[in-house]
């Protein structure tokens, strides 16, 4: 029941209403009892500002940002933390009595799914894709200790530019190269392979994977943050070189336990998270 003294959460993005947070949150603060409730709200570009000041103005504990607010919203907050100021990007607020905070906890959802298995310390990563994702992901994976990122994509220079972001910032060895046939090269003393394309994803899940069972080596860790369908043509066919793999939903319940600690304070309970993605998700 809502009363005088619940609290309010939410997401902000446009579009928001396929957002899978709000079922996820909620599920686990009724399975906690506690009395808080997430709601998404679809704000355009132009609203951005006014709704950010307005949340605050509002009471509310914190907000969930996505598409296409990401890197504007930081405008609009007080402080950042270390991960959302090197990515130059927030998907999390914190809003205390006087001040907003900016997170980034995409990044460390993704990273977090893949260290419950493998430490990424000294390890060599390779990322396909440069995007949004690919740039939380290896700030972290370089915040973690990782030794070596190699970013393969579709269009070099972009894989290069954000090289030249993380070196700006780590002493690591980072390099780029184009997503083609040599990245089975690359692959043979990889530790992790980590793919943030859209390849495989519904309604394109019958298309050709990038890396094929032959590339991938038996103590290759395969993630795809992809998470519909859930098994993607790349992680079947790691699967079939006998490499252990992980799913796309796991970043996500990741990065909603840690949004979901820095608002309450507590520790989300990730099983609830884990099934109400799977309902959601029809799976
Ligand atoms: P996000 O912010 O979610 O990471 P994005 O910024 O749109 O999404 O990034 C998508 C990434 O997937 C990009 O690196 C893109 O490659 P380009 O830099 O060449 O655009 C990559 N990508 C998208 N569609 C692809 C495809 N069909 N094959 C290979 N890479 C693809």
Redesign the pocket.
């Known amino acids: 029941m809502i009363t005088g003294k619940t609290s309010l959460v939410g997401i902000i993005g446009d579009p928001v209403e396929h957002s899978l947070s709000p079922p996820m949150h909620n599920a686990a603060f009724r399975h906690l009892q506690m009395d808080y409730v997430y709601v998404p709200f679809h704000v355009r570009k132009e609203n951005l500002a006014i709704a950010v000041v307005g949340a605050k103005a509002l009471g509310m504990k914190g907000l969930n940002v996505t598409?296409p607010h990401k890197r504007e919203v930081i405008n609009y907050l007080d402080e950042l933390d270390t991960a959302a100021e090197l990515i130059g990007a927030v998907n999390t607020v914190k809003f205390d009595e006087k001040i907003s905070k900016g997170y980034n906890t995409d990044g460390l959802g993704a990273v977090k799914a893949i260290e419950e298995v493998r430490s990424v310390k000294d390890k060599k990563i390779v990322i396909?894709?440069?995007?949004?994702?690919?740039?939380?992901i290896c700030f972290q994976l370089l915040l973690n200790g990782a030794k070596n990122v190699l970013i393969a994509?579709?269009?070099l220079?972009?894989?290069c530019q954000l090289k030249e972001d993380l070196l700006r910032n780590f002493r690591a060895e980072v390099s780029c190269i184009k997503?083609d046939k040599k990245l089975g090269e690359e692959l043979k003393d990889a530790d992790v392979l980590i793919n943030?394309?859209?390849?495989g994803m519904h309604p394109?899940e019958h298309?050709k994977p990038?890396v094929s069972e032959e590339m991938i080596h038996q103590g290759l860790l395969v993630n795809d943050?992809v998470y519909n369908p859930l098994k993607t043509g790349l992680l079947t066919e790691a699967e079939r070189a006998g490499a252990m793999i992980i799913n796309g939903v796991k970043m996500l319940i990741y990065q909603g336990a840690i949004a979901f600690r820095i608002w309450t304070g507590i520790n989300a309970p990730l099983d609830v998270f884990e099934k109400a993605l799977m309902s959601e998700l029809g799976y």
């Open positions: 598409i396909l894709g440069a995007g949004g994702a690919a740039r939380a994509n579709r269009t220079e972009n894989a997503l943030t394309t859209p390849v394109h298309q990038i943050i």
